[in-house]
């Protein structure tokens, strides 16, 4: 594995304790990077920041909440700056028919998976446009780009998440501050638990290379995406999906 230069580097990992999010923390550790894990359960936050090590640490944080986010991110700026920002936290909001889904479930994934990135940048973008360096990465979907049958309200919050990376890059291109997004093929974490059997198969059967993607690939683009070595990327889409997305 090659190590990719974080030396020095702060992060905020959103939906850090586990998944991608938690496979991101190491290999950005593994970098040189401390990293700071935000995510709504507290309980998972203490055993991942413990098998992560001391330069880890972790905040409960309602991501949807304007005031909680707010909150977080005076705690992560009382230690320094906050280099790097990962928008990964995210929930599918189950399955059915667009016209099935309940109004409440389609509001709450738009919320979490939307609105959540767009309160976390809105709370660190300044001070990274202040130091005159910064990355953000949003984990999107390839779900964003096709658009997955019996998932409209996830599709739709992974689509805007790519618009708003596409936005805020243009806003931030000549402040040093590069946004980007990635968007993956599924990967077999806890997130599946939210998806019926009949759609996971689904998903399986686009994927060229038949098989889902491993958390630490994830990492390791969401790490590169992250360091000095990404210098002339912003407002991009990086595929990362087994050879599935068409554009």
């Known amino acids: 594995m090659n190590r990719i ?61 304007e ?19 990962v928008n990964n936290a995210g929930i599918t909001g189950g399955n059915g028919k667009t016209w099935e889904l309940d ?12 609105v959540g990135p767009y309160l976390t940048a809105r709370a660190l973008v300044p001070s990274m446009v202040e130091a005159g360096y910064g990355r953000i990465v949003n ?24 618009g708003l990376t596409k936005s805020l890059g243009k806003e931030l291109a000549g402040a040093g501050v590069l946004v980007n997004c990635i968007t993956p093929a599924a990967a077999r974490t806890a997130i599946f638990d939210q998806m019926s059997q009949e759609h996971i198969d689904y998903m399986l059967s686009k994927i060229p290379m038949n098989r889902f993607v491993e958390p630490a690939e994830v990492a390791a683009l969401i790490t590169w995406l ?8 912003t407002g991009a889409v990086f595929d990362i999906s087994g050879g599935r997305a068409v554009y």
Request: aromatic share 4%; proline share 2%; hydrophobic share 45%.
């Open 5 to 65: 230069d974080l030396e020095g580097r702060r992060a905020v990992v959103t939906g850090g304790a586990r998944g991608i999010g938690f496979a991101t923390a190491q290999r950005m550790l593994e970098s040189g990077a401390s990293v700071v894990l935000w995510d709504v359960d507290g309980a998972a936050i203490e055993e991942a920041v413990a098998g992560l090590g001391p330069s880890a640490s972790g905040t409960v944080v309602e991501l949807t909440d």
């Open 67 to 85: 005031t909680s986010v707010g909150a977080a991110a005076v705690a992560a700026l009382a230690g320094g700056n906050v280099d790097i920002l």
């Open 103 to 114: 109004p409440a479930i389609w509001r709450k994934t738009v919320e979490v998976n939307l």
């Open 139 to 162: 984990v999107a979907s390839i779900a964003g780009k096709e658009g997955n049958p019996n998932a409209s309200h996830y599709s739709a919050s992974k689509a805007g998440l790519i």
């Open 226 to 233: 992250s360091s000095e070595d990404c210098s002339f990327s």
